[in-house]
Structures are given as C-alpha cells and as structure tokens.
C-alpha cells in the first residue's frame, strides 16, 4: 500500500520520553529522531473537512433531539463519546504510521566575552533590577559581586544549568570564550559546568568581531542554528561584532545577543583644566575656573569646594547643577587671599555615593600670594567729584604709590598735597616708572604730541595699563585724532562728531554686569558670584553717562545700562575693555562712581577701584625667568579623542594683541608636522586656547611658533595609544548588539530577558543519516481497546438512562 506524507503535516524532532513509550532506540550524543505522520488517505483535504463537519453535526443533531429525561451535559459526554470512536475508526482506516528518521543535530554556539570590561561590578540606576540580579546570583550559587562575568555565569548554570542542558538535548552545543581571540572549550558539558564558575574576566582585549569570525571559519562545512553571545557589546580592537555580522548573515546564522551590563554611563564626576594666576595681590579675589565634568549625573547637584591643603573648612563652596552628561562645564570659586605667602589650593567636588571613583574629584594649584606697591598715576583737568573721592580712597590705601596731576590746579596746590605732581610726567622713563594711568576728564591742549605718544606706547610697548574716565568736556571725544584713540575700547571714528552724553537724567540706573563681568574678578565686591551680583543690584544709582554707542572688535563689555540701547541696537555699555598691545585699557562710560558710597561709605567703591588696579597691575608680581607655558590636559589620549592645548603668557605683556595670535607646530614621531592655532580665552589676556583632533597613534612634540618669546619657546610632549584600555569604555553597548542581532535576523536580550532566549532559538538544519523502520499506529492494541471502550461505555450509559 502506498503511503504518503499528508500535506501540512510538520516534522520535528522526537522527545527521549516518546522514544521510550514508542520502543525506538534513543538516539547518540548530538544525534536526532525526526518523525513524520503519514497515511493512506486520498481524499481532498476539503472533502475530508466537510465530511467532518457533518458527521459532528449528524450525531449532536441525533442526540439532542432523542426522546428521553436526560441532562445537557449527558448529551454532550454522549456525543463526544460517538465522535471518538468515529475519529479512531476513520484513524485505523487511513492506516496512518509514524515514518522515523536519524538526524545529525545542527550546532549552536554559545560564547561568552571573558575580557576585562566583563569584571565590571555595574552601580544600577534601576534598584529593582539590581535586587534582581543579586537574588539571581544567589539562587545560581555564585559567589562574589553582581560582576558582568557573573551574570553571565547566573545565566547559564541556574537551575542546575538548565539553559545549557536543554541545549544540549536539542543541538550540538560548542563552547567559547571571547577576548583577546575565540577560545573553543574542547570538553563535555560537565566538566564545563564544574569549571564555569571559577572563570574570571582578564582579557586584556575585546576582539568580537575577529572572534565571530573565528567562530564561523571553524563551522564553515556545517553552519551553526545560532550563536548565543554574553558580551557587554565593547570591542576594544579589530573589526565591531555588526561588521562580522554580516558575514554571519551572509552563511545565514542568526545572532542571538545577551547585553550583560549597565547601558547608563559608569558615573563619575571629574575636575578638569584648573586655571588660577600663579601670582596675586593680597586682599585681591582670585578666581579659580574649572571643568566639572559629570557622567551618570545629569540633572543632580553637586557641590564643589575650594580648600587650602591640609585645612577641612572650606574658603569657597558653590552648588553645580548637572546639565548635560559628558559636557564639561565651566566653573568659577573666588577666594580673596588675607595672608602673603605660597599656598597650595585643592579644588574638589564632593563624592557621591554611586559614584565610581573619586581618585579624579580634585585638581591643586600652588598660589604665590604677594603684598607690594603699584605706583598710580590720577590725571584729570578740574576737581571732579569722581577725582576727589578717588583721590582720597587711593591715597589712604598703603598698597598704592598715588600721584596726581590735576591742570587746572593753582600752582601752589603742588606743595600743599603730597600726591600732586606741577606738570604731567614729561620724560618718557618716568612715565614708565608707573604700572598703572587713570586718565580722567583731561583737557588735550595740556598735553603734548610726545605726552600722548609716550602714553600710547606705555600701554602698546610696556605693557602698562590705561583706566579712561569719560568726562562731560573733553574725554573721549577730544581724543578723535590722537595716538590715544586706539587705545580706547570706543571707536571714536564711528561716533558722530555731535555725540553727546545724556547729562542729568531725572530717573537714575545700576550698572547690570554681562557674563563677562560676572566672571572678571575686579567686579567681584562681593565672597562669591552670588554675592557680588547682589552687590551691584543694590548700589546707588548713577546719573550721567556717556553714549558710548561704537565699540572695538576686540572691546569686552563687561557692565551695561540696563535698558538704553545704542545705534546698534545693543545696550549702551557702562564698563569695557580691551587688549592692546602688551597692556590693557579699561574704560568707564560714567564719573560718578563715587555715588556708590552714598548711605553706605567706601567699601564698595573702594574695593571696586582697588581691585581693578591690582587687575591691571598684576604682570609687574611675576618673575623674569619664564614668559610663557604650554600645557596639555592630559599626557596619555587614546585614538579619537581631542587633544586640549593651552598657552598662558605669564607675563600678559608679552602676549600677542590679536586673539588668534597664537601658533603652535605640532609633530609626530615619523617628522610629519602640522600647525595649529589658539584663541584668546574670554576672561584672560594671556591665555590661549585650543583643540587638536584626528590625531593618530604615536608619540608628539608640540612647541610655541609664534609669537617668539624670550629664551627657549615652552613645549610639551604627549602620547596618542590604541587600542583604549578593556576598562575605558564601560556602557553596555545596546546600539551594537541590537544592530548585530538585526542584521542576522537574530535578537537582542538584556540579561534579565535571557530566560526567553531557548524558546526563540530556531530548529535548525538537520543532516539525515538513517531511516528507521516505521511504526504502524493504526492497529496497535491499545488503540483497538479505547475504541471499544467507548463503544461499551455509551451503551451502558444509554441503557441505564432509557436511550435505547
């Protein structure tokens, strides 16, 4: 008789239970027993399906509408009863048979990434999770941190390693370990479970394509079902795991990725790029600017502080909020120095509790605090009251070596005040004997070409610095044409020859300081930004100001009116200055600063004034036997990160007056050279700053190209490696092993999801190797006795219910 396989009917492999209740021979280790159900039954799948549908409804018809006291659910057990013995009798006609066949098992691999990023003990954002993980752990009987290696370990040998087990009673399973190359484990199941827990993570290396590919070459002549991967995703050299998953793809064998791992960033809070003037004046606020850079923090607080070395209470402390993860972010603490001497100042952040490390939370500077004199000069034409007040504050202050020269003095006001000079400075060497000139409302008919000349190149050659004082007659206008005009941060060129200031306005205003001036440390009046800002919201007002509406490219508003706005459409600045040459100017728009100690004396004023001269003064505290630094932020990069480079002039004089006047060469090892520009950094005028990038691997030398400075040009060497340490890049990387899995029609579990993975892993190819004799079913004893059982059981219900 001819047999067939009816169409639809699937084959699979037989259980080891049925094998035994069917009498087969068990199949051999990695050996498979396929079945297929066939039968002589040739009528048309319809036919048979409407033959079907009427024999059910024939006999429910029959026995719910036959005569007798009798229940609907007797009916219904009835009519199943007639039904059964019609399936098994149309059973035993179709003659069907089970058709057996040996198979090779198809293979399944399952690697674990055993390479040092997998020792990694995750801080969990998710405290559930985390519980989960741990509990897991536990009911595996793996001791030790909830490691990423011991995860994957929890994975494969919980419940007496039912994972591998029914692996292995459906594939031929192989064994891998992946770091620095795929390592195959050449032993039985058993002692793979016995050894499995004392696996450690030490490779030095991630290498998961390479090793997919290794994986793949061993088992090109019989592809794998799947690959099972236990990875944290990071691969440190060589090929990414989604390029190797294409040629996975291309054989044909699906991924099956497990991420071990937190996807969250490690967190960690860093103090980067310290920058502090080495030299200060006593009494003067020093600013200490930073990068706090935070991971894993985003949107918490964190409070910085700055100490002394070797001292617990803090001289400044602020609250940072983390904005945005991995983006350095600018911080400044001010500190006003009481006591002369070299002191060493630690810049920390306060560790928190899930934070990863907090070996990089500090950064220390070394501050040389001084107390000398700076020689003033104080010109005006008339006794303003801004002259007047600042004179007096000045003179009453030991740090400061005043001299004034007022024009329109009687010649005998010489002799009565001590500070007054008869005539303005007129030898140039004794106008370089000052470190600063405040330059009031000055009348230009008193001053010679060589006065302004030597004024212009105190500031451009000398390095000095200028304090103008607009004045209602004469500055800056009068000084249109005159070698003093470039030094002004207003460009007079621009302003209208009628231009005229807004003298007595009836409804005063207060000086709103910009983000430069909030940063600059001569605005600080108060112990801190907050403080200071307060400060200036609540001095006096002021009156009168100067339309000062065109301003330099290179001037730095660091004060504004808060609402009178200029041709250009910008708030008319109060307060500005620039760089020129080796000094600095610094411009008021406004004389009536000495309104600020109304109701509430000199403190502010003269804090202002003083702070401002030790500003402009500082170069004269360095020494002579450096003039610059070059700095890296680091000394060792790994391939693709940016190299941060920094100039700093000790000696802002000898800093170049364009703020990308700063060159640096840059060579490699091999002698290949490079150039690369530096920007002025807002808030200094000798320091340079910028970034180089795409930088290969191998050893640098960097050096100052222009400008020349004196001696030997500073330089730095640093150091770009490949590949990154096993232990930088930390993140679950999620993007890689979904992409990978998806590109192989694989997927993608987190380690929590892994118990999923047996039921989604396909059947797999398998190799015939032998064709079993069949085993008839249709006239098998028990099958005869069930039929008559039925059909006993019915008559007997039937006759003791009255059917028959």
């Known amino acids: 008789m001819a047999f067939r396989k009816p169409d639809g009917v699937m084959t699979s492999t ?47 018809f029959v026995y719910f509408h036959e005569a007798g006291n009798v229940g609907r659910r ?52 998710d405290e559930e999770l985390a519980s989960k993980l741990k509990q897991w752990l536990a009911h595996a009987e793996i ?35 992946i770091s620095n190359t795929a390592r195959a484990v050449e032993e039985p199941l058993a002692s793979i479970v016995k050894t499995l827990p004392d696996t450690e993570a030490t490779g030095q290396a991630t290498r998961l394509g390479q090793g997919l590919r290794s994986i793949l070459s061993d088992l090109r002549g019989s592809p794998p079902a799947a690959i099972v991967l236990l990875t944290d995703g990071i691969t440190t050299d060589g090929p990414s795991l989604s390029e190797a998953a294409l040629e996975a793809r291309r054989r044909g064998v699906p991924l099956f990725t497990v991420g071990i791992g937190d996807e969250h960033p490690l967190r960690d809070l860093a103090v980067e790029d310290l920058l502090v003037d080495e030299v200060v004046f006593v009494d003067d606020i020093v600013q200490f600017e930073f990068k706090l850079v935070a991971t894993g923090f985003e949107g918490r607080d964190v409070v910085v502080q700055l100490k002394r070395q070797g001292e617990s209470q803090p001289l400044a402390q602020t609250t940072v909020h983390i904005e945005t993860d991995g983006e350095p972010q600018t911080v400044q603490l001010a500190h006003r120095p009481e006591a002369v001497g070299e002191f060493e100042y630690v810049v920390e952040v306060e560790p928190l509790a899930d934070e990863a490390t907090a070996a990089n939370n500090s950064a220390r500077r070394v501050v040389s605090v001084r107390k000398e004199q700076i020689r003033v000069l104080l010109v005006q034409a008339y006794p303003s009251f801004e002259f007047r007040y600042l004179k007096n504050l000045l003179d009453r202050d030991k740090t400061i070596d005043l001299h004034t020269v007022l024009q329109e003095a009687d010649p005998e006001y010489a002799q009565v005040d001590q500070t007054a000079l008869v005539t303005f400075p007129v030898r140039r060497d004794d106008l370089f004997g000052y470190d600063t000139v405040i330059f009031g409302d000055v009348n230009p008919s008193f001053l010679s070409t060589s006065d302004l000349r030597h004024l212009a190149e105190f500031v451009m050659h000398k390095g000095g610095s200028m304090i103008f004082i607009a004045g209602p007659r004469y500055t800056p206008l009068a000084y249109r044409d005159t070698p003093l005009a470039p030094l002004m941060p207003v460009d007079l060129e621009r302003l209208s020859a009628v231009a005229s200031p807004s003298v007595g306005t009836r409804q005063g205003f207060r000086v709103q300081l910009t983000d430069l001036g909030l940063a600059s440390p001569p605005l600080q009046l108060g112990d801190s930004p907050s403080e200071s800002e307060q400060i200036w919201q609540n001095l006096p007002p002021l009156y ?4 000062a509406s065109a301003l330099r490219a290179g001037a730095r508003v660091l004060g504004e009116h808060p609402t009178l706005l200029g041709s250009d459409g910008r708030r008319l600045p109060v307060i500005a200055m620039q760089y020129v040459g080796a000094g ?13 100690r109304f109701r509430i004396g000199d403190v502010f004023l003269a804090r202002y004034w003083v702070q401002t001269i030790r500003y402009l003064s500082r170069s004269k505290l360095l020494g002579k036997d450096r003039s610059a630094e070059l700095t890296t932020d680091r000394r060792e990069y790994q391939r693709g990160e940016v190299v941060r480079l920094r100039v700093r002039f000790l000696d802002e004089r000898a800093a170049p007056a364009g703020d990308d006047g700063v060159q640096l060469m840059v060579e490699h090892t ?33 050096w100052l190209a222009s400008p020349s400075v004196e001696n030997d040009p500073p330089s730095a060497d640093f150091l770009v490696v490949a590949p990154p340490g096993e232990t930088e890049r930390t993140r679950l990387d999620v993007a890689e092993l979904s992409q990978a899995a998806d590109l192989t029609k694989g997927r993608f579990y987190r380690a929590i999801e892994a118990k999923r993975l047996l039921h989604d892993l396909p059947r797999g190819r398998q190799v015939p190797i032998e064709t079993l004799p069949p085993l008839v079913l249709w006239n098998r004893w028990p099958l005869l006795l069930l039929f008559l059982g039925l059909l006993v059981t019915e008559w007997v219900v039937r006759k003791q219910k009255g059917l028959l």
């Not at 035994?20 to 159900?37: I, K, M, Y």
């Not at 035993?92 to 198979?103: C, D, K, P, Q, W």
């Not at 009168?544 to 339309?547: A, C, G, I, V």
């Open 584 to 596: 600095k100017t610094w411009f008021h728009s406004t004389d009536e600063t000495w309104r600020w």
């Open 670 to 702: 091999g002698g290949k050279k490079r150039r690369v520009g530096l920007k002025r950094h807002p808030s200094a005028r000798g320091v340079f700053e910028g970034r180089l990038t795409d930088v290969a691997d191998g050893s640098y030398h960097v």
């Open 14 to 60: 037989l259980p080891r239970w049925l094998e035994h209740l069917l009498g087969v021979e068990s199949a051999d280790s990695g050996e498979g027993t396929v079945w297929r159900l066939q039968s002589a039954w040739d009528w048309a799948p319809w036919v048979t399906l409407l033959f079907a549908i009427l024999t059910v409804a024939f006999v429910l």
């Open 143 to 177: 001791e030790g941190p909830v490691s990423r290696i011991n995860v994957a370990k929890a994975i494969l040998l919980d419940n007496n390693a039912a994972l591998l087990r029914k692996m292995k009673s459906r594939y031929k399973l192989r064994f891998y370990f």
């Open 544 to 547: 009168w100001l100067f339309e």
């Open 74 to 125: 007797l009916r219904m057990a009835l009519a199943a009863m007639r039904l059964s013995a019609i399936a098994i009798l149309l059973f035993m006609i179709a003659e069907f048979v089970l058709s057996l066949e040996r198979t090779g098992l198809p293979y399944v691999i399952v690697a674990v990434d055993d390479s040092a990023s997998m020792g990694i003990v995750d801080r969990y954002r």
